[in-house]
């Protein structure tokens, strides 16, 4: 170790040595029953993640932790109490008791927190350290996966994102030779990780990850290397998994043979031992330090079990964060505007406005969308604010996720609402969540191109807004009027939760009108009445809200009959009172949409609005959606599939004859 780097040689054994102590003290207290969930020891990984973590600074650059990465959090500058009361899950626990024992972090500090699906956390790093250094903040990232987690599609698609744009990523592997109980033979057939690095056309580089110093020293020249030379890096760090994977896990499946000459190599003993005979430490002044540290790790355990313990009553349960007001933007007008046009402008408005909002898509730059919604604007604001990606729906996702935790607000397109499957765990599982376990916004929109009409099939047809409908934290909208096509997209932009924005595209082109904006954004939520009716209310949206209009006035003309058509246009957080307000006046109620009709948002807002108003019902409400097969391709086929004006008419007449 260099001369001038010893001076971190304790600071990096100190925080070791207490991640050692607490995390013993943590599986005590597991076994007690006192800490609940998954406890994991980070034994045999302290010196890769305390060396790593060290060449880092935590107030530019941004990280991931993962389960045995205790130690870092306290090379963060996170206080052994903080750590406890997590896990303890005591009022001052960071998450108020709502993630689990390693998913926690400080986004604002740079830290993200880490999710179960490995991989999804890497591309969090990419997009945050972009968005970092486009505020001008000169950061790097590190993003940190085991030996198992480089099998996942995120992890390739992480390191080629970052590769392609230029951004300073260190992807670290933490190889400890275990995948819970899976041997690396069995993971992969390479011997070394990092030799993947040419296939991405970056740096690669194995490295001996027991002993801090070594790890310390490496990291810091790449670190350094990197921020000059904004290039990503894979670096696998190897060391051995000295527990089990979690503290229920005895690891009868290591061969003990093997264990005991890692052991030899423990990441303390080796640092240890570099204390006493290379800074001239005395080995009975370091054990009184040892004693002290052993102490502050008793008190601070024992500080955060005498906090009182967290209560259902206290916690704020609350998905949505409350948005910030929003801007005062530019007043403009369109005349005989497409939705296509409409949404162009609003990207358009909303860039102008804002250096904080930037795309992200496939094919989005010069060609300008599948649908040309972003024609001209990678020519206006080039390619650092129009981000062509990469096919790699969970990666750019998750890349849109980092970069709105760090305070930009992108607007992510799929080509098809069919392709954002890919990136489910991206969409539902970390963005939905990430307010109600973090406290921290996460303002991101997700434009989502679906629905049937255009002879495109099933795997570029699929309206998919039940299939989200169903993760708590996401916020749904779904225009029919060009003006909403504009207007709701400003309000999803600079709503601060994740926002995903449904485009019937059958409407693209086949619907006009005038668009004027006074420079007030809305605030997302409300629905509307968009024909007032008395004795049947039809609930619609996107292409059949037209196909419900049209047999309204055709119920009209044929049969003298009145009725109302409500547009929910946000269909979560959903307006139930406007549609309990209609329905109680007509006493009657149809819904239809063009996605399936099992396991429906269609059923679901029936079942919503029932306990309001079953009393005052004249008719069992019906819903009139799609059957649920997959989507044909031959317009004949397709035409009989979807829901149509003719379709909705019989089922206001079946309601009318009840």
Avoid at 7 to 22: I, N, Q
Avoid at 87 to 101: H, L, V
Avoid at 308 to 330: A, F, Q
Wanted: negative net charge.
């Amino acid at each position: 170790m260099p001369d001038r780097h010893r001076p971190k040689l304790l600071a990096m054994y100190e925080s070791m040595y207490k991640a050692r102590h607490g995390e013993a003290r943590l599986i005590e207290l597991y076994r007690q029953g006192i800490v609940k969930g998954t406890v994991t020891s980070g034994e045999g990984n302290e010196a890769t993640i305390v060396g790593a973590a060290s060449a880092l600074d935590p107030e530019t650059d941004v990280c991931n932790f993962m389960q045995r990465d205790f130690a870092g959090y306290l090379v963060w500058g996170v206080s052994l109490y903080h750590l406890f009361s997590h896990y303890i899950a005591n009022r001052d626990s960071s998450t108020e008791g709502k993630d689990g024992n390693v998913h926690h972090g400080m986004p604002s500090r740079g830290l993200l927190p880490m999710v179960s699906h490995l991989g999804a956390m890497l591309p969090n790093v990419v997009g945050a350290v972009y968005a970092r250094r486009r505020n001008g903040t000169p950061s790097v990232g590190m993003a940190i996966i085991g030996d198992g987690g480089t099998s996942t599609g995120d992890f390739h698609e992480s390191i080629n994102i970052a590769s392609v744009l230029d951004i300073p990523v260190l992807f670290l592997i933490e190889n400890n030779q275990w995948a819970y109980s899976t041997p690396n033979k069995y993971q992969f057939r390479c011997d070394d990780l990092s030799t993947r690095a040419a296939g991405y056309g970056i740096e690669g580089e194995r490295i001996d990850g027991t002993d801090v110093a070594a790890v310390y020293d490496r990291v810091t020249e790449i670190v350094e290397t990197m921020r000059s030379r904004l290039a990503p890096f894979l670096l696998q760090v190897d060391s051995y998994r000295l527990a089990g994977h979690v503290a229920y896990d005895t690891a009868d499946y290591v061969p003990k043979e093997e264990l005991v000459e890692w052991r030899k190599r423990d990441p303390l003993v080796v640092a240890r031992r570099r204390l006493t005979t290379e800074t001239g430490i005395a080995d009975a002044d370091l054990v009184a330090l040892e004693a002290r540290w052993e102490e502050e790790v008793s008190k601070e355990a024992n500080r955060a079990l005498d906090r009182e313990r967290i209560s259902p009553s206290t916690v704020g349960w609350d998905t949505y964060s409350v948005s910030s007001e929003t801007p005062r933007l530019p007043e403009t007008t369109l005349s005989d505007a497409t939705p296509v046009q409409a949404i162009n402008r609003a990207l358009d408005l909303a860039m102008e406005s804002d250096p904080s909002v930037f795309l992200i898509g496939e094919d989005i730059g010069a060609f300008g969308g599948p649908f040309k919604t972003t024609k001209g604007l990678f020519e206006k604001y080039g390619r650092e604010r129009v981000v062509d990606m990469p096919l790699a729906e969970s990666g750019f996702t998750g890349f849109a996720l980092g970069a709105a935790v760090m305070g930009m607000r992108p607007v992510v397109e799929m080509q098809f609402s069919d392709f954002s499957t890919d990136a489910v765990t991206q969409i539902g599982v970390n963005a939905g969540t990430f307010f109600f376990r973090t406290g921290h916004t996460a303002p991101l929109t997700i434009r989502m191109p679906g629905g049937g009409g255009l002879s495109y099939g099933p795997f570029h047809s699929e309206d998919l807004e039940g299939l989200f409908g169903t993760f708590p934290g996401l916020k749904i909208v779904y225009p029919s009027f060009v003006d909403d096509f504009f207007s709701l997209l400003l309000a999803s932009i600079y709503d601060d939760n994740p926002v995903l924005f449904f485009e019937c595209k059958y409407l693209h082109r086949r619907i006009k009108a005038d668009v004027s904006f006074d420079g007030t954004v809305p605030a997302l939520a409300g629905a509307r009445v968009v024909r007032e009716g008395s004795d049947v209310t039809v609930c619609a949206y996107g292409a059949m809200l037209h196909e419900a209009l049209a047999a309204a006035g055709a119920a009209e003309r044929a049969m003298g009959v009145s009725v109302e058509v409500v547009d929910p246009r946000v269909l979560k957080p959903f307006d139930t009172r406007t549609l309990v307000r209609s329905v109680s006046k007509t006493h009657r109620l149809l819904v239809v949409h063009e996605a399936w009709q099992a396991c429906g948002v269609g059923a679901w807002i029936i079942s919503s609005i029932l306990q309001e108003v079953f009393f005052e019902l004249d008719a069992p409400p019906l819903l009139y959606a799609a059957p649920d097969t997959p989507i044909p391709f031959a317009p004949e086929l397709e035409a009989v599939y979807r829901p149509d004006r003719s379709g909705v008419l019989e089922k206001i007449k079946q309601l009318l004859t009840y």
